[in-house]
């Protein structure tokens, strides 16, 4: 590929993640939005992969693609669909017990276990304007969850469940960009990751006595968004811009969605912005046009 086929290609790739961070950053307001209309958690996951599994594996038909793939790339894209169900029900608790736009936030230490063990295994060099753009979102991340004194302390067990997304996504995340699914298509593997959690949620709800559906019409809409573009659309631009500019860097890209959570929450939610988050928010957004920055001058 050249020159010019390197810049399109990482483009392209940052258009799909962005795309990807708007379905998810409006996800938490979303899933708060059906939580309060009286939806349980277990309705929530099990409505969500009911609509989109399904389309996805109707977009996968639609488009030809291949079915059937190796055991190994098949085992490991089942594999990540058991870390992806882990990841979406520690994430939708936590938003049982912190605002949606902070849950996001503190999911998004996975960047720092996605950075660290792709440096660890040799996938990406620790070059100095990678190093302080990570710095630099960790400032801006650490100064939107700061608490002054004197306000309301975080929920520690909503804490703990957002970081147990965190890790289990970072897993998800680096399984995407394996070699061995480098020839699969990105909704073919977003396609099977969604087999286990699609099941597991019908399962986990009939066990807890949950309906699968929603029960009336202000829960079927937010279970349809959600369904839609946070179950169909946005896992498919993600994995594919993941397979386009790797996960490390797409993982630092996509950190425009807690950003977008937290105006999302004000907007939909209203939850106070407060000036320390809004700073945080800023500075992640400045750390994020540094590294387009240096990607591209990186690659000319």
């Not at 993640?17 to 309060?36: C, D, H, K």
């Not at 169900?85 to 720092?112: D, H, R």
């Amino acid at each position: 590929m050249g020159v010019d086929g390197e810049k399109s290609g990482f483009t392209a790739g940052l258009a799909m993640i962005l795309l990807a961070s708007l379905g998810y950053g409006l996800m938490p307001a979303l899933t708060q939005r059906a939580f309060e209309a009286g939806a349980s958690v277990e309705t929530v996951l099990a409505g969500r992969y009911i609509l989109g599994c399904p389309l996805i594996w109707a977009f996968m038909l639609i488009r030809r693609n291949r079915l059937r793939f190796d055991a190994g790339a098949t085992s490991l894209m089942l594999l990540l669909g058991v870390s992806m169900f882990l990841c979406n029900v520690t994430t939708n608790e936590s938003y049982k017990y912190l605002p949606g736009f902070i849950a996001s936030i503190l999911i998004f230490a996975y960047i720092v276990i996605v950075a660290i063990a792709e440096i660890a295994m040799g996938r990406e060099r620790p070059y100095r304007s990678r190093t302080l753009c990570l710095a630099t979102v960790a400032v801006g991340l650490v100064a939107v969850v700061w608490v002054p004194e004197g306000q309301i302390r975080l929920d520690t067990l909503g804490i703990l469940m957002a970081f147990a997304a965190a890790l289990t996504y970072a897993m998800t995340v680096m399984g995407m960009g394996a070699k061995k699914l480098s020839g699969v298509p990105a909704e073919t593997v977003t396609g099977y990751l969604f087999i286990v959690p699609a099941v597991a949620s019908a399962l986990r709800a009939a066990a807890a006595g949950q309906p699968l559906l929603p029960a009336d019409t202000t829960q079927a809409v937010f279970i349809a968004l959600l369904g839609l573009w946070a179950g169909c659309f946005s896992p498919i631009a993600f994995c594919q811009g993941v397979k386009m500019i790797g996960a490390s860097t797409a993982s630092i890209a996509n950190t425009t969605e807690p950003v977008i959570a937290y105006f999302a929450g004000a907007l939909i939610m209203s939850d106070r912005i407060s000036w320390n988050a809004s700073l945080g928010g800023a500075i992640v957004v400045v750390a994020i046009l540094a590294l387009n920055i240096t990607e591209r001058r990186r690659r000319q």
